[in-house]
Structure formats: structure tokens, C-alpha cells
């Protein structure tokens, strides 16, 4: 993970994959992230892998943002990332733009 704080929100970016294997560590990291910043944004561009747990991991940091009356946005979606969110049919849900790579538009 890194972490970039500009004057408008923090940024996050998570360099390991959202899978049941080290969901612990991940939940434990949004939810603190959450707590500690008004604004916050996940960089999900490195996350190479995502299964269930890891889209239950992000609807809990959605939901608890919402809870919590603080902005959350997901940017940088990975392939892996943007294939699940439209599998699940969540782009909607989280409200983030989902940008489609050139090579799959064409």
C-alpha cells in the first residue's frame, strides 16, 4: 500500500491482490483509512486479482463511508477490478467512473 495526501482527499493505493487470503490485512487498512480521512480515494490499478471477498471488502468501505458521512471514491481500476464490478453489476452501487481501456472499445 501507498499512501498520497493531497489538499482534497487521501489517496491509497493497493499493491496486493483483494483475495480471502489477506482480507484481514485489507479491511483492517480501508476501515482505518476511512476513519483517519474525510475524503479518500482507493487506487485499485495494481490489484491483479479480486474474488469475492475482495468485492466484499470494497461494498463494506462503501458502506461504512456512507455510515460515517465521509467520501469515498475507487479510481484506477484494474482490469481484474473492472471485470468484477461489471460482473456483479456493481458500478452503480459504488458510483465511480468506469473507464473502458482503448484496446477493449475498439
Same mark, same amino acid.
Given at each position: 500500500?501507498? @499512501?498520497?495526501?493531497?489538499?482534497?482527499? #487521501?489517496?491509497? $493505493?493497493? !499493491?496486493?491482490?483483494?483475495?480471502?487470503?489477506?482480507?484481514?490485512?485489507?479491511?483492517?487498512?480501508?476501515?482505518? &483509512?476511512? &476513519? $483517519?480521512?474525510?475524503?479518500? /480515494?482507493?487506487?485499485? +490499478? @495494481?490489484?491483479? /486479482?479480486?474474488?469475492? #471477498?475482495?468485492?466484499?471488502?470494497?461494498?463494506? &468501505?462503501?458502506? /461504512?463511508?456512507? @455510515?460515517?458521512?465521509?467520501?469515498?471514491?475507487?479510481?484506477?481500476?484494474?482490469? $481484474?477490478?473492472?471485470?468484477?464490478?461489471?460482473?456483479?453489476?456493481?458500478? +452503480?452501487?459504488?458510483?465511480?467512473?468506469?473507464?473502458?481501456? #482503448?484496446? !477493449?472499445?475498439?
Amino acid at each position: 500500500m501507498t @499512501r498520497d495526501t493531497n489538499k482534497d482527499a #487521501a489517496r491509497i $493505493a493497493l !499493491e496486493q491482490d483483494l483475495t480471502i487470503y489477506n482480507a484481514g490485512a485489507v479491511k483492517k487498512l480501508l476501515l482505518d &483509512a476511512l &476513519a $483517519a480521512n474525510h475524503m479518500l /480515494e482507493i487506487d485499485l +490499478s @495494481r490489484v491483479a /486479482e479480486i474474488d469475492t #471477498a475482495g468485492i466484499q471488502l470494497l461494498i463494506l &468501505a462503501k458502506r /461504512e463511508s456512507l @455510515r460515517q458521512k465521509r467520501s469515498l471514491r475507487i479510481v484506477a481500476h484494474s482490469p $481484474a477490478v473492472h471485470d468484477a464490478i461489471d460482473f456483479f453489476d456493481l458500478a +452503480s452501487y459504488f458510483g465511480d467512473p468506469l473507464l473502458i481501456p #482503448a484496446q !477493449e472499445a475498439a
